[in-house]
Every structure is written in C-alpha cells, then in structure tokens.
C-alpha cells in the first residue's frame, strides 16, 4: 500500500469531534501535496457585528520512528496562509519532537 494511501486512512481522524459543530463543518479532506496540507478547517471566530475566520491546517503523518525536520517543514510551510498548523500522527510524540514542534510553533496532537 502507498504511504499517500496509508495516510488518506487517517484524515478522518484529524477532524475534530461532532462536540465542536462550528470547526467540523468548515474541514474538508484535500491532501494534495506540496503546500497543500492534508485537512484544512475553517472556524468563526468573529463576533455578531465584526466577522473573522481562522484557518487551521493540519498535516496527517503515518506512524513513523522519528518526525523530522522536514516533516515539521512541511506542516510549517502551511503557515503561510494558515493561522494555526498541526502534525497529527496516530502515536504519541517523544520529546524531542515535542521541542522541534515548540521551535517550529507547529500543534501536535495524536489520533
């Protein structure tokens, strides 16, 4: 099986839960590569009378021995038009990821 299927599997894992209404209906599963991450969610965050959105990108990773710098590059470079950025990876984070994460200022959460 392609890592690119491997990891299709887990997009819908990196939907937040039906708890938050709001965010899961702006995500939408596009994982096309390059600067595009796996799933993108919008969010209001406005108010009645000034309306604003938040763009959250989060990047869906296999479960691999060690996320890299260039793992992290690749959820980094979602940042360009994304308020907020995640790795998401169906297994803990060890420490060392954690403090590259932090460096970056990337979310990590574990599916």
């Given amino acids: ?9 887990l997009w ?3 939907k937040p839960n039906s708890k938050r ?9 596009i994982g096309l590569g390059g600067i595009i ?5 919008i969010k209001d965050v406005g108010s009645r009378y000034e309306p604003k959105i ?5 990047e869906v990773k296999e479960d691999l021995p060690n ?8 959820v980094r ?17 060890k420490s060392e990821e954690v403090e590259l994460a932090v ?5 990590l959460f574990e599916l």
């Fill in 54 to 58: 938040e763009i959250i990108a989060v």
């Fill in 21 to 29: 209404k709001k965010l899961l209906k702006g995500f939408v599963n």
């Fill in 77 to 93: 470079r979602a940042s360009i038009f994304a308020h907020k950025v995640f790795l998401a990876a169906p297994r803990e984070f």
């Fill in 103 to 107: 460096k970056e200022r990337i979310g």
């Fill in 67 to 74: 996320y890299k710098e260039r793992h992290m590059d690749q």
């Fill in 1 to 9: 099986m392609s890592k690119r299927k491997q990891e299709n599997k």
């Fill in 37 to 41: 991450p796996d799933v993108i969610g």
């Fill in 12 to 14: 819908d894992k990196a």
